[in-house]
C-alpha cells in the first residue's frame, strides 16, 4: 500500500518552515461548496456548528444550480468554484479525482501532520489510497465511505455440499462457483447475483475495471484484448447458463420474499441468491434487521479480484470528500472543518448520524464479516472516470452499440474475440471523429 503521507520527515520539515497561519480571532464565516445542503447540515453541518461556537457556516448548493441551469456537472462546478470562492469544498469521489486533476485542490500533508491527523493503521487503505494522487500527496479526505463485498448463502451452499469460502476469491472462482450451482438442476436458486447484472456490458466493464484492465489509453480502445475476451467469455456464459442474475429472474421466482425485494431493492434477501456482489448497505440491512432475515444464515468475504491484481478491487464510493480550493480565501479555517469530521470525536457520532455508511477510521471491532470491506488495500474507479472524459457521442454510440454485441456474444452469433474487436472498430472511429471536430 502506498504511504499515507509522502516523505513524513521532509514534510515535517515543511511544517518548521512554513507552517500554516494561526487562525484570527473572532467570529468566522466559511463558504462551502456541499452536493446537498440538507444532507450536509443533518451530517455534518450542524454538528460542527455545536463544537465550534465562532464559526457560521455560509453553504452553495451544487443540486440547486443543477436544478435551475441543467447544466454538466463539471461546468456547474467548474463556476460556482471561479463565481464563489468557497473555503472548503464537499464533493462526490469522482468530482474529487478531477479537480484533484486540473489542479484546483490544495495538498492536505502539512495540516494533516501538524495535527497528527493521520494513522496508517487507522483509516481504509482502499480509501486512503484513492485519494492520494501519484506523489503519494493527499488533497482530501472522507470520513464515511460505502464499501463493496461479495455476500454468501450459507444454507445454500450446504445444500449442495459446496465448501463455503472463508476468503477472497478471483473472478474466475466466483464464475465456476455460481456456474456449479447452475449445474445442480435446481432452478429456484442463482448462482450468483451482480448489481450491474441488468446491464451485460456494464457488468463485464466492472469487472474488467475490477481486474486492472482499462478502457482505453492514449486516445485508443483497448476492448480487444486477451484480458478482455476472457471477462466478457465469464460474463455472457455465466448469465448464458442461468448461473448468474440477468436482473429478470427474480420478478418470475414466486418464491420470492417481494416485500424485502421491494423495499430494499436487495434481491439477495430473498434467500434465492447463492452469492450477491453488492454494497455495504446490505450488510446494515442484515445487522440492523437481524429478526426480519433471520431465515438467512449467511457470510461475506472481500470483493473478488484478479489473480494479477489480488489486492484490488471496485470496492469503494465516497460521496463525500472534503477538500481545500487551492484559492481557498480561509484555507486554515476551512482546513479545521475538514479536521473535525476527520476526527475520533466526529466518527463517535457515525453510528447515530450516518448508520448505513462504513466510517473511514478502521473500527477496533469487526465481527460478523465488517472486516471484509476493510481488506483490499487498492481501490479502482477508472471506469467512471474513463466515461466521463469520452467525448458525447462516443457515449451515445457506445450505449446504442453495446446491447447488439452482447446479445451477438450471448447468442453465439459472434466469437466474443470478434465481437469486441468489431465494437472496438466503431467506438475508436466516432471518437477519432468528435476529436478532430
Given amino acids: 500500500m502506498k504511504k499515507i503521507v509522502l516523505l513524513i520527515a521532509i514534510i515535517l520539515g515543511l511544517v518548521g518552515c512554513s507552517s500554516p497561519s494561526p487562525e484570527p480571532e473572532g467570529p ?13 447540515y443533518d451530517r455534518y453541518g450542524k454538528y460542527f456548528i455545536a463544537v465550534h461556537p465562532d464559526y457560521e457556516l455560509d453553504i452553495v448548493s451544487v443540486l440547486d444550480h443543477m436544478e435551475r441551469s441543467g447544466d454538466n456537472v463539471n461546468d456547474v462546478l467548474d463556476q460556482l468554484l471561479k463565481r464563489e470562492r468557497p473555503d472548503v469544498l464537499v464533493v462526490p469521489m469522482n468530482e474529487y479525482a478531477l479537480l484533484r486533476e486540473q489542479g484546483q485542490l490544495s495538498a492536505l500533508s502539512i495540516w494533516i501532520v501538524r495535527d497528527e491527523l493521520l494513522d496508517v493503521q487507522s483509516f481504509a487503505p482502499a480509501v486512503m489510497n484513492y485519494l492520494q494522487d501519484d506523489q503519494e500527496e493527499v488533497h482530501g479526505l472522507a470520513p464515511v465511505f460505502t464499501g463493496r463485498a461479495l455476500y454468501m448463502n450459507k444454507q445454500l451452499f450446504a445444500n449442495e455440499g459446496i465448501p463455503l469460502p ?4 478471483t473472478w474466475e472462482e466466483v464464475f465456476a462457483l455460481a456456474q456449479r450451482f447452475a449445474d445442480s438442476g435446481g432452478d429456484e436458486v442463482i448462482g450468483l447475483y451482480h448489481h450491474r447484472a441488468e446491464n451485460p456490458y456494464l457488468m463485464s466493464l466492472y469487472v474488467g475495471e475490477g481486474s486492472g484492465l482499462s478502457l482505453y489509453q492514449d486516445d485508443a480502445f483497448t476492448l480487444h484484448t486477451e484480458a478482455w475476451t476472457q471477462v466478457f467469455e465469464s460474463v455472457t456464459a455465466c448469465l448464458r447458463s442461468g448461473a448468474c442474475s440477468d436482473g429478470q429472474q427474480s420478478e418470475n421466482n414466486d418464491r420470492l420474499n417481494r416485500e424485502a425485494v421491494e423495499q430494499s431493492n436487495m434481491p439477495f434477501l ?5 452469492m450477491a456482489v453488492d454494497d455495504s448497505t446490505l450488510y446494515r440491512t442484515l445487522m440492523t434487521e437481524p429478526e426480519r432475515y433471520s431465515h438467512l444464515e449467511w457470510a461475506v468475504v472481500p470483493l473478488p479480484t484478479s489473480a494479477a491484481h489480488p489486492d484490488l478491487g471496485n470496492v469503494v464510493q465516497m460521496h463525500d470528500v472534503f477538500a481545500l480550493p487551492a484559492d481557498a480565501p480561509q484555507a486554515a479555517q476551512g482546513w479545521e472543518l475538514i ?3 476527520s476526527s475520533e470525536e466526529y466518527a463517535k457520532l457515525l453510528p447515530q448520524l450516518n448508520p448505513i455508511a ?16 476493510y481488506e483490499l488495500e487498492r481501490t479502482v474507479n477508472g471506469m ?17 452499440l453495446s446491447p447488439t454485441y452482447m446479445e451477438a456474444m450471448s447468442s453465439g452469433r459472434m466469437t466474443v474475440t470478434d465481437a469486441l474487436e468489431e465494437l472496438e472498430a466503431e467506438l475508436q472511429t466516432t471518437y477519432d471523429a468528435a476529436k478532430t471536430e
Fill in 270 to 274: 430473498t434467500g434465492n441468491f447463492a
Fill in 339 to 341: 479536521r473535525y469530521v
Fill in 166 to 169: 472463508t476468503d477472497r476469491l
Fill in 28 to 40: 468566522v464565516t466559511l463558504k462551502v461548496l456541499v452536493w446537498n445542503e440538507e444532507l450536509f
Fill in 358 to 373: 462504513l466510517p473511514v477510521r478502521v473500527p477496533d471491532e469487526q465481527n460478523d464479516g465488517l472486516s471484509a470491506f
Fill in 384 to 400: 467512471a472516470e474513463s466515461l466521463r472524459k469520452l467525448p458525447y457521442d462516443v457515449l451515445i454510440r457506445m450505449d446504442e
